[in-house]
């Protein structure tokens, strides 16, 4: 799987040093993988969630969201946003 948009979380990482390896690790994990669907993805991630179409990380203990849209069929993953849990629960309403 390819990781695209990863100066999003570069971006997170300048903010937050201490998230680099936890991102690290997601991605290495993330290009290892050969997924087809989102029950693959499970497999690999078992606190992933679906919702609207994007695919929602824990990272590193449930401190740091994720949010992709992976195109399965093209082997991509688009990174959309990166945060922390207070920050994504402040999205959510």
């Not at 993988?33 to 919702?51: E, G, I, L, M, Q």
């Not at 740091?64 to 959510?92: G, P």
Request: hydrophobic share 40%; charged share 30%.
């Amino acid at each position: 799987m390819k990781v695209n948009h990863w100066g999003r979380a570069r971006q997170f990482i300048k903010e937050h040093p201490d998230a680099e390896s936890p991102l690290r690790l997601w991605k290495r994990t993330v290009i290892d993988s050969k997924w087809s669907n989102f029950p693959d993805v499970k497999r690999t991630f078992n606190t992933a969630d679906w919702f609207e179409g994007a695919i929602i990380f824990n990272i590193a203990g449930n401190n740091i969201r994720l949010i992709a849209v992976c195109r399965f069929d093209l082997s991509r993953l688009y990174i959309d946003k990166v945060m922390t849990h207070k920050e994504y629960l402040s999205t959510r309403g």
